[in-house]
């Protein structure tokens, strides 16, 4: 009778929630043979206590003394009470044992003598199925505890919400919350969490002003929830109201505002902060004070987040975290050789390298083109003996391809087993990057057959992969597919990929008219764009429209005047050219230096146009001259209508001459062996000029050259160049 009973108590747990109630003396058992998470338990109904727990074979103490100290007792009682269920099941809850407490409690259920659970017994069992992620066994023992009309005080009340919420069931969540008779400060919290979770913004906020007990946890969390879902200023405004309630920081709540702060570039917000936190005792805190630090950086403040690091170093001893924000800070801040510098201290001072800041370390490398430190950096992580994680996986990949060596990033790639989508987007990156339309659509199918659902970012380099290749009907297909397929919604990168994908094809009409189209008149760039393609296709009519629009926008920046103004000029429009150049100095307008610069033995040489700073200028411009000399008897013609035609000819020639990608090529091959490839980098898009005379250069010189400008990479190899004249 007794085992009939608990299987009958067993089946009403495993069944839905219902609204009737049973007798609330009835035992909780599970179903014969199973436990909550639906396994085979071997719990038989026979034997003595000692032979039922070694049936289970309970491991939940196996690696923490405390618990296998626990455990040991607890197999030793002949009559296990119910503190002594209690003490097993909530150790095993907080100690993130979740599957063991699990367990714990299917043997519970399966001892005949034990006790009925109470609510600790039972908020432990929630926390545990909280921390699997599980709905399931958390909803049954929510809905047994209905029906058997277990009295649920606040405590238990809140460890459902929190399963719930974990469990990413929000909805539950809140109809839990409601049906509460009485709530406390963790109640409000955790379902305001729920609600943020769920990208419930409004109701986050609707519920976060009707509570009436918001403690800083409150706070903090309706802050950082808005922070989370892209809801910045508004994250800052009730920031600001934290301030006027009154409510006291702590350093959790530092640590968000600092993050707001850089998200925002509020610098003076961030050095009010820092005075807070200073009158606050807290500058001792290293997780505040590693935000305060990261702030700094972020800001662009480098040298007062140097000066940070260097005080608290000196109080607290040095802290991994910290090393890798100053590194991350010199990176993002685009200052590569003192983020490098920064990573030799730290090695010298004997920090251990984690793989965070070798990533920091090996983008370093990428934006400044070092691959033989990129190379070593690679080297470092494999004598370490890291694991290949995405992120560092992908850093490597990104640094390998801008540094013009798309072979290893592809070879890297190959090598990583778990790739995710940043990873898959790196390498369509790559590809699309160096002008290999098809290779980056055919990365795109294989990403597709591995199941990986791409995002924005992705979606944004199959666009610019088929822009750089002239795959208009490619193209036009994934516009359409990234929308209907995969529900994104485009963006203005994505519209800017499509105008132009159309502008280097020469449908200038076609992308006209997608801008009017899709009511993206007011985005600048794409006008930006549709002039670069007007250049590039000699189409006046549009380039002027194009400048007109940019100019009502107040957004024609030096390179935009400087295109205008020679359209006009290789059209012979003298006047409407000299109006332009003396409006751009009206507005005090200046067009971005052209700089190209090559790594060769740990240093960087850097070059502008008919620049004479370097040491060996003489003897770079003497060989300079008999090179093009020779590209003249090989067919080469300067294409001096790019040259404002208010200077004699031989002038415009010499102009184009010494242009710093042509200084940057001939120090390269002084100064390398015979035959050796030579990497150049440049700031700015390379010039007609130039991408034909390095052509006649590769042959010339029988040398194999890689550029990489602000837009793309080109390979040029035996007279001819990777992005076949189309870039």
Not at 157 to 169: E, I, R, S, T
Not at 277 to 291: G, H, I, P, R, W
Not at 406 to 411: G, I, M
Not at 505 to 528: C, P, Q, R, T, Y
């Amino acid at each position: 009778m007794a085992r009939a009973a608990r299987k009958a108590a067993a089946a009403a747990l495993l069944s839905p929630p219902l609204s009737s109630s049973s007798p609330s003396s009835a035992a909780l058992q599970p179903r014969a043979g199973r436990d909550l998470l639906g396994r085979k338990t071997g719990v038989a109904s026979s034997g003595t206590p000692q032979e039922r727990a070694r049936s289970c074979d309970l491991p939940c103490w196996v690696g923490a003394r405390g618990f296998h100290d626990a455990g040991r007792a607890f197999d030793r009682t002949s009559t296990r009470s119910l503190p002594a269920w209690t003490a097993i099941i909530s150790g095993c809850a907080r100690g993130g044992r979740h599957a063991d407490g699990m367990r714990a409690f299917a043997e519970m259920l399966g001892d005949g003598g034990a006790p009925t659970p109470n609510a600790f017994v039972l908020a432990g069992v929630l926390r545990c199925c909280a921390g699997l992620g599980d709905v399931e066994p958390g909803r049954r023992v929510h809905g047994w505890m209905l029906r058997r009309g277990v009295r649920q005080d606040v405590v238990l009340c809140n460890a459902v919400l929190d399963m719930y919420a974990k469990c990413g069931h929000h909805g539950r969540a809140r109809r839990a919350f409601g049906a509460m008779a009485d709530k406390d400060a963790v109640s409000w919290n955790i379902v305001l969490s729920a609600c943020l979770q769920g990208g419930d913004v409004l109701g986050a906020a609707r519920l976060f002003d009707e509570s009436p007990l918001r403690d800083t946890t409150s706070w903090n969390t309706i802050i950082s929830g808005l922070v989370r879902n892209g809801c910045a200023a508004e994250a800052l405004d009730r920031l600001r109201q934290m301030v006027r309630a009154g409510v006291v920081f702590n350093h959790y709540t530092y640590s968000m505002a600092f993050s707001l702060a850089s998200m925002l570039s509020l610098l003076g917000l961030g050095r009010q902060l820092h005075g807070r936190v200073v009158m606050s005792a807290l500058e001792d805190d290293a997780f505040v004070f590693c935000s305060l630090m990261d702030m700094y950086c972020k800001c662009g403040e480098m040298e007062a987040g140097l000066s940070i690091f260097d005080r608290w170093s000196w109080f607290t001893g040095d802290v991994k975290f910290a090393w890798s924000t100053m590194v991350a800070g010199y990176v993002q801040n685009g200052r590569e050789e003192e983020a490098l510098e920064f990573f030799r201290r730290m090695l010298r001072e004997g920090v251990p390298a984690e793989q965070f800041i070798l990533t920091s370390v090996t983008a370093a490398c990428a934006n400044a083109g070092m691959v033989e430190q990129g190379r070593q950096v690679h080297g470092f992580v494999e004598k370490l003996g890291h694991a290949f994680d995405a992120p560092l996986a992908s850093a490597i990949v990104d640094m390998y391809s801008k540094c013009g060596s798309l072979e290893d990033a592809c070879r890297m790639f190959d090598r990583v087993q778990a790739k995710n989508v940043a990873l898959w987007t790196t390498m369509l990156c790559s590809y699309a990057s160096y002008g290999q339309g098809r290779m980056a659509l055919e990365i795109f199918n294989r990403m597709n057959a591995e199941k990986i659902t791409p995002n924005e970012i992705t979606l944004v380099a199959v666009l610019s992969a088929c822009s750089h290749s002239g795959l208009v009907g490619e193209g036009d297909h994934y516009f359409k597919l990234m929308q209907e397929e995969y529900g994104i919604v485009p963006s203005t990168e994505h519209y800017n990929c499509m105008v132009d994908l159309y502008g280097r094809a020469g449908l200038l009409d076609k992308a006209k008219n997608f801008i009017e189209e899709n009511n993206i008149s007011h985005e600048a760039i794409v006008w930006k764009t549709l002039l670069s393609a007007c250049r590039l296709h000699k189409h006046m009519e549009y380039a002027r429209l194009a400048s007109e629009k940019l100019g009502q926008q107040e957004q024609c920046d030096g390179g935009s005047y400087v295109l205008m103004s020679n359209m006009y000029a290789t059209n012979n429009k003298w006047l409407d050219s000299l109006k332009l150049r003396i409006s751009m100095w009206k507005r005090k307008v200046r067009k971005q230096p052209g700089q190209s610069w090559i790594h060769l033995k740990n240093a960087v040489h850097t070059f502008v146009a008919g620049d004479m700073s370097h040491p060996r200028s003489t003897e770079i411009y003497a060989y300079l001259e008999k090179l093009m000399e020779r590209l003249k008897e090989m067919g080469y013609t300067s294409r001096i209508d790019l040259v404002p035609h208010d200077v004699e000819e031989e002038q415009r020639e010499t102009a184009l001459k010494f242009h710093s990608e042509k200084l940057a090529i001939a120090f390269g091959i002084i100064s390398t062996p015979v035959g050796m490839p030579l990497r150049i980098f440049k700031n700015l898009r390379v010039c007609e000029d130039c991408h034909e005379a390095i052509k006649f250069i590769s042959r010339a010189a029988d040398r194999e050259i890689v550029v990489r400008d602000l837009y793309r990479f080109h390979h040029f190899k035996s007279g001819s160049c990777s992005c076949e004249d189309f870039w």
